[in-house]
T-cell receptor, first 110, second 116 residues
Framework: DAKTTQPPSMDCAEGRAANLPCNHS???????VYWYRQIHSQGPQYIIH?????ETNEMASLIITEDRKSSTLILPHATLRDTAVYYC???????????WGLGTSLAVNP | GAVVSQHPSWVICKSGTSVKIECRSL??????MFWYRQFPKQSLMLMAT?????????EQGVEKDKFLINHASLTLSTLTVTSAHPEDSSFYIC????????????FGPGTRLLVL
């Protein structure tokens, strides 16, 4: 699976949009982009995934560039409870293993 | 939907004892579950893939005789840490696959193990 690169940390003001970038320049055509987050001392929480098209659910939006080499997770109105480590993971559809990097530690400030 | 539970949430045991951790998919059936370990300030490391009705597949470097995995039903997988030692102290997390075709992993809340 392709490797991903994320900034180690980001800050965001409460109520503002949090835009978390992920670089996956070696992604293959059959690989999906997954986002999870892990709040301190808890198991990871699934957020969203996509292949080519932009995706939106009740938690977030996922914007994938046309060349698929990067993506952005958008939390439209960040709250203090969104403070967590956010992981961007690329996996092929037939590969069930998730390879975890160090993610981006997002701090939402009041 | 797609809720995964773990029990216990934390456990303290003496060195040399065995500890069993349960992972359950509460509202779906999971033929495949995964066990991870996470040390402080590190990322998740996959230990093994648990398949219902068959033997688990362990990642390189993980001792299968020390970390016994049983996946006896479509909603339950167990991880037993045998003869636990202080270096086994860690955060153990399970996940279960859900969905048709492209499956998504949903994670349990984790079990914190402290071996004295």
């Amino acid at each position: 699976d392709a490797k991903t690169t994320q900034p180690p940390s980001m800050d965001c003001a409460e109520g503002r949009a949090a835009n978390l970038p992920c670089n996956h320049s070696t992604i293959s055509g059959n690989e999906y982009v997954y986002w999870y987050r892990q709040i301190h001392s808890q198991g990871p929480q699934y957020i969203i995934h996509g292949l080519k098209n932009n995706e939106t659910n009740e938690m977030a939006s996922l914007i994938i560039t046309e060349d698929r080499k990067s993506s952005t997770l958008i939390l439209p109105h960040a709250t203090l409870r969104d403070t967590a480590v956010y992981y961007c993971i690329v996996r092929a559809g037939n590969n069930r293993k998730l390879i975890w990097g160090l993610g981006t530690s997002l701090a939402v400030n009041p | 939907g797609a809720v995964v539970s773990q029990h216990p949430s934390w456990v303290i045991c003496k060195s040399g004892t065995s500890v069993k951790i349960e992972c359950r998919s509460l509202d779906f059936q999971a033929t495949t579950m995964f066990w991870y370990r996470q040390f402080p300030k590190q990322s998740l490391m996959l230990m093994a893939t648990s398949n219902e009705g068959s033997k688990a597949t362990y990642e390189q470097g993980v001792e299968k005789d020390k970390f016994l995995i049983n996946h006896a039903s479509l909603t339950l997988s167990t991880l037993t840490v045998t003869s636990a030692h202080p270096e086994d102290s860690s955060f153990y997390i399970c996940s279960a696959e859900e969905g048709q075709g492209l499956k998504t992993q949903y994670f349990g809340p984790g079990t914190r193990l402290l071996v004295l």
